[in-house]
């Protein structure tokens, strides 16, 4: 109930301000601008020790209807970065750099951000990172730095800069999730430092409830954020959600970034995340490269098909992925028969059984995937990816 007060609380003070976000450090206090802000004000970094840049969720191999050229648009946020008056000391990636953690992808990637005008560039991923070998391929390339584990922290000029890892061993029905090892690592790593040292947490799932029912949080987010309270100048930065919002909650400060992909919806304002198809000449205002408006979604909803019930004597049944959705949700078989499951959406998704019985393949749009159902039971599944995502077989 309380968390529903608060979420509610919060909604109604979302500032949709927002662009590829730069932040300058005054003195210890962590200010954020928008790029439009300091191409109207070039005084704004004055006095500022040092500025950095978030990016987010560049989602190289996407390459649908919201947006076909993900790599331009990364590449206009980095000439835009690169605009600005002053070099960003660091830049913060915080995750889906990859669609479909392909070596390609990655290298893509790579290959425009060498463009940038610094050398200081850091990385947590996001789940599209770690589809096919829990995020091996990618903490090789991009967790140099980090521990088992994949997370860590760095200073730089007298900030304590933490990277967290919440996209890895993901729940049926849950959010986002750190786990006990890391937030035991963050109580260390944090335990010696005076609490008038600033603190940027970096993650890719938001460590706040922006909306759990599209799994738009973090399970133990606040265990983690009740370790640092007590410091004076906390901000944390996220991505996975596409658009910006920004919380004040005491001395803790919340961004969300913009992706330089594609938007997704607002909370709510759909019947499911995703990327979301705005026309031509509005997408770039919508992504991360410049300032933002907020347009109210005027795009035609997508139709949830609700098919099918029992499958035909003899035939498969079939599950059709879409709207970040298992329709039907709940399926009646009978011993011996094979479902086929379908990816509709323009992510991907995986069917993976709870007590792993079973576990499809990461299905990217129009994959499918079948699997013979020999016993009889019940077999709860979710989406590996999105863990909110949660359905039901009945073998019998
Ligand atoms: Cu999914």
Redo the contacts with the bound molecule.
């Keep these: 109930m309380e968390d529903e007060i608060d979420r509610r609380g919060f909604l109604k003070c979302m500032a949709w301000a927002g662009t590829g976000l730069i932040f300058s450090v005054h003195g210890g206090v962590v200010q954020s601008h928008t790029l439009g802000e300091l191409l109207s004000n070039k005084r704004a970094l004055e006095g500022s020790s040092f500025n950095f840049v978030q990016i987010s969720d560049s989602h190289i191999g996407f390459g649908k209807e919201a947006n076909k050229d993900v790599l331009g648009t990364l590449q206009a946020a980095v000439s835009q970065i690169n605009a600005a008056s002053e070099a960003p000391s660091l830049v913060l990636h915080t995750g889906d750099l990859s669609h479909l953690s392909k070596p390609e992808e990655f290298d893509a990637m790579d290959g425009i951000l060498k463009g940038l005008r610094t050398d200081q560039l850091f990385f947590v991923p996001g789940e599209h990172d770690v589809l096919v070998d829990d995020g091996k391929s990618y903490f090789e390339r991009y967790g140099k730095q980090s521990a088992a584990g994949g997370w860590y922290s760095m200073d730089f000029g007298g900030v304590h800069f933490i990277g967290l890892v919440n996209v890895l061993n993901l729940k049926a029905g849950g959010l986002g999730n750190l786990g006990q090892d890391q937030i035991a690592w963050l109580e260390r790593d944090t335990r010696n430092l005076s609490a008038s040292t600033p603190i940027v947490v970096f993650a890719h799932v938001p460590l706040w409830s922006v909306y759990p029912e599209w799994g738009w949080g973090t399970d133990d987010g606040a265990r983690a954020l009740s370790l640092l309270r007590r410091f004076g100048s906390v901000t944390v930065l996220n991505g996975h959600i596409h658009q910006a919002l920004q919380k004040v909650e005491g001395n803790v400060t919340f961004h969300t970034a913009m992706s330089t992909a594609f938007p997704q919806p607002k909370p709510g304002a759909a019947p499911s995340p995703g990327p979301m198809k705005v026309p031509a000449n509005e997408l770039r205002s919508l992504l991360g490269v410049t300032e933002v408006r907020y347009v109210q979604g005027n795009h035609s909803l997508a139709v949830i098909d609700a098919t099918l019930a029992t499958p035909e004597k003899g035939g498969p049944a079939r599950v059709s992925i879409e709207n ?1 959705s298992f329709a039907p949700a709940t399926l009646a078989v009978r011993k011996g028969d094979t479902v086929i499951w379908t990816n509709r959406d323009d ?1 991907p ?2 069917a993976v059984d709870a007590r792993g019985r079973f576990k499809s393949p990461v299905l990217d749009t129009d994959d499918h995937w079948e699997h013979a159902f020999t016993e009889q039971g019940d077999f709860h599944y979710f ?1 590996s ?2 863990p909110h ?1 949660t359905g039901k077989v009945v073998a019998h």
């Design positions: 970040f992510m998704h995986t989406c990816i999105h995502m």
